[in-house]
Each structure stands twice: as structure tokens, then as C-alpha cells.
């Protein structure tokens, strides 16, 4: 027998599972053997153990393939980051509000479209089990939902403004309070589709501005807090891009009604109504789009993309940026010399300057 088995490389076995948690080894046979308390240990460690692994799978695609929620897919930006990322083999989840829009983004290869109105908290709702019955789970939520107001804050309707709000700023709050456990869970992206505008303000840019710089104080408290899931948060900033963003707004304004016309500002009503909001002259937005794959999967993402189409809107913005920053320091109690400023710009650019 010495002889047979010399030279047999031995295979070592492993335990059986019940040594590990101090259960008896018997044999299947002595299985009567095992003390009550025993067997009852051993069978609920399997039901833990099974519900455990049925919950991870549930979040996992057997394919590996990330999902991504883009939130006001149907047109413009949206419609753009939606083929992209389906393009790069990513799924996603595009939300619209509308049949013959949800239609459409089913035609696309890996998107599935989800009926999502970001002011209705049921949609919500439905488009959170929607994604967790998909077993998927969510790596990235680009948060594009948006609609524009404008018109001189004197005048403008206090509805429209709250309608605005609704969508620019609540929906982005309830959907991302909404998916947070998901986004969690995948240790993935949140980005925020703001804009240029949430650094400017001018004359009728009001209402839309303001749900604009909203956003930007809402990433910045939403970053560091999100930092111990290891979720990255980010907001994209775009200038002027190819959109429907003012077609629905224009659309709730209605015509050149005698409150209009009688308006100190009935010139610039009449300019608005003819078109001059209508930005078909634009580029498509597919820098937009080239940032919102950056945010979402480049190792280390920015925490803010400003996107803009020329040199001319980086000066308006930047420089907005400047002045407002001038105007804090001038004439304050603890006004900062033009060489500490100097020095502060090097420290946040860093040590390089770059």
C-alpha cells in the first residue's frame, strides 16, 4: 500500500463549514448526533449566507456593464450624454416624460427608458424599484433635468419661478435622495448638469441663475458628504449648447399680453417672443457630453467641469468670478492686499501654478 501511494501528490481538504463555526464534524450518518442548538445555528448561517448573496447579486450585472440614471434625456444635453454613454457600452437608464420620448430612447442599444417626471415623487419612486428590479444597480446619476424662466424679477410671475425651482433645484434634491442608497451601494458618480449661469447673472436671467447658483452651493456641501461612501459629486457647467431648455418656458409665457405691453420692459419681451431665446444656432453639446463620461469614470473627476463652446464665454465666466471675489474683499474690515491675493490664487491653483 506504501508503495501504491508514494509519489500520489496528497490533495489536502478543506474543513467542512460547520468547524469553522464550532460545530460537530460527524459524518452525515451521526447527524443525530448534532446537538439542537447546533443544527439550529448551522441552518440559520445558510439562510444569512443565502439572502446575502441573493441581495449582492441583485446589485451586480453578470456582464460587469455600469448603469447610469440620466434624468431629462429625451432632447439636447441629456439625449447627448444618454448615446454616449450607451455608445461606450455603458446601460442606461433615461428618464423622460413623455410616450413618443421614452419610444425613442428604447430604440437606443443599452438604454432603457423609464417614465420619470422629477417634480412627481411617485415617478421617482417607481424609477427606483424600476432600477433595483433591473439587478444592475446604479454606478452613476447625471442629474440633467432642467427647465429656463426668465423676464425682469419686478414682474416675473411668482408660479413660474416656483415651477422653475421645482425642476432645477427640488427635483435634483428628491431624485438624488431618491437613488443616494444605490449610488452608495456601487461606491459611484453623482453629476449635476448646471450652468455658465450659476456663475452669471444679468438682466432677465434672473430666475434661471438663481436655480442655477443654487446647485453649485448644493454640490459643495453634497461632496464632502458623500465622501465617506466614496462617492465622487460633481456639477457641469455649460455655456451656450445646442437645447430645448427654453422652448417649454417660452411656451408658459404665453404671448405679448397687455401687461407686457404696457411693461417698461416690453422691448425686451418682444425680443424674447421672437426668438431670440432659441438656441438651434448653438453647437451640439457634445463637449457636455465628453464631460459627463470624464465625471463619471476618470479615476479622479473634477469637482466642477466648465464647458463652453469658445474662449469668449471662459472670459465672461471667469471673469465674473473675479469681480465678484473683488467685490467681497474691497472696503471690508480685513481687506486682502492685491499680493496676498496673488498668493491665495497660487495656493488653490497649487505650488505649480497649474
Known sequence: MAAETKGKKKTRRSPPLCYYFGLPTQNSDNIRGIPMQSFFRLAGLTIVLLATSSACFAQVDASGQKAVLVTGASTGIGRKITEVLAANGYFVYAGARKQKDLDALNAIEN????????????????????????????????????????????????????????????????VTQAFAPLIIEGKGRITTIGSIAGTISGPFYG?????????????????????????????????????????????????????????????????????????????????????????????????????????????????????????????????????ELITMLDKAMGADGE
Open 111 to 174: 438604454v432603457q427608458s423609464i417614465r420619470l417626471d422629477v417634480t412627481i415623487q411617485e415617478e421617482i419612486d417607481a424609477a427606483v424599484q424600476t432600477v433595483r428590479d433591473g439587478g444592475r444597480g446604479l454606478y452613476g446619476l447625471v442629474n440633467n433635468a432642467g427647465v429656463g424662466v426668465g423676464g425682469p424679477l419686478i414682474e416675473v410671475d411668482e408660479k413660474e419661478v416656483r415651477w422653475l425651482f421645482d425642476v432645477n433645484i427640488f427635483g435634483v434634491f428628491r
Open 207 to 339: 430666475p434661471y441663475s438663481m436655480s442655477k447658483f443654487a446647485l453649485e452651493a448644493y454640490t459643495d456641501a453634497l461632496a464632502p458628504e458623500m465622501e465617506r461612501f466614496d462617492v465622487k459629486v460633481s456639477v457641469i457647467e455649460p455655456g451656450n449648447y445646442r437645447s430645448e431648455i427654453s422652448k417649454t418656458g417660452r411656451a408658459r409665457a404665453g404671448g405679448m399680453d397687455e401687461a407686457k405691453e404696457k411693461s417698461p420692459y416690453a422691448k425686451e419681451y418682444k425680443a424674447r417672443l421672437e426668438g431670440s431665446a432659441d438656441r438651434s444656432q448653438y453647437k451640439d453639446p457634445d463637449e457636455v457630453a465628453d464631460a459627463a463620461m470624464h465625471a463619471l469614470f476618470s479615476e479622479n473627476p473634477k469637482p466642477r467641469y466648465m464647458v463652453v463652446p469658445n474662449r469668449d464665454e471662459a472670459s465672461w465666466t471667469i471673469g465674473a468670478a473675479i469681480q465678484r471675489m473683488v467685490q467681497q474683499n474691497e472696503r471690508q474690515e480685513h481687506t486682502f492686499s492685491r499680493e
